[in-house]
């Protein structure tokens, strides 16, 4: 009975060094919210976030500065929202290769073979976990909007 009794404070114990230990870690992590220069929009939100050496990038869509739409070329437009999420990435410190899950919403399942034709040359040997998903219409008729998140190696 008593080894029983000392096996379980040393639990509670356990546990609540693990709940400080958790809460400590908690306060300590800084958010760092970043935006594109430039950015002229005053929408609510920001183009990243940086946590410790996580990356949370916000959806960006491929639209031609110039015109404010898409390209007419599917691949021009893959190649505007796949620099973005490069220009972000590297805003941070980080490259393409830190990218770990993208998320692509697109509005035209047909356009899965193009998207990839681009994206593929954007990454060497390793592509980051990936969903590309069926969406309802995009912002400024876009075609794609990618999302993502990176750990910096």
């Not at 760092?32 to 990038?57: I, Q, W």
């Not at 739409?69 to 941070?92: F, G, Q």
Request: with cysteine; aromatic share 8%.
């Amino acid at each position: 009975m008593r080894n029983l009794t000392i096996a379980a404070l040393a639990l509670v114990l356990i546990a609540g060094f693990a709940v400080l230990t958790v809460e400590e870690t908690r306060g300590a992590t800084e958010h760092k919210f970043m935006n594109v220069p430039g950015r002229s929009d005053n929408n609510p939100y920001s183009n990243a976030v940086l946590v410790g050496d996580t990356l949370y990038l916000a959806g960006a869509i491929g639209i031609d500065p110039a015109t404010g739409a898409p390209p007419p070329k599917i691949e021009d437009e893959v190649k505007i929202v796949m620099d973005s999420m490069k220009s972000r990435l590297e805003m941070a410190g980080m490259s393409m290769s830190d990218l770990v899950m993208v998320n692509i919403h697109c509005p035209d399942l047909s356009l899965y073979g193009a998207f990839n034709d681009v994206y593929r040359t954007y990454f060497d040997d390793h592509f980051p976990a990936r969903a590309f998903l069926g969406s309802g219409p995009l912002l400024a008729n876009g075609h794609f909007e990618l999302t993502g998140i990176a750990i910096k190696q």
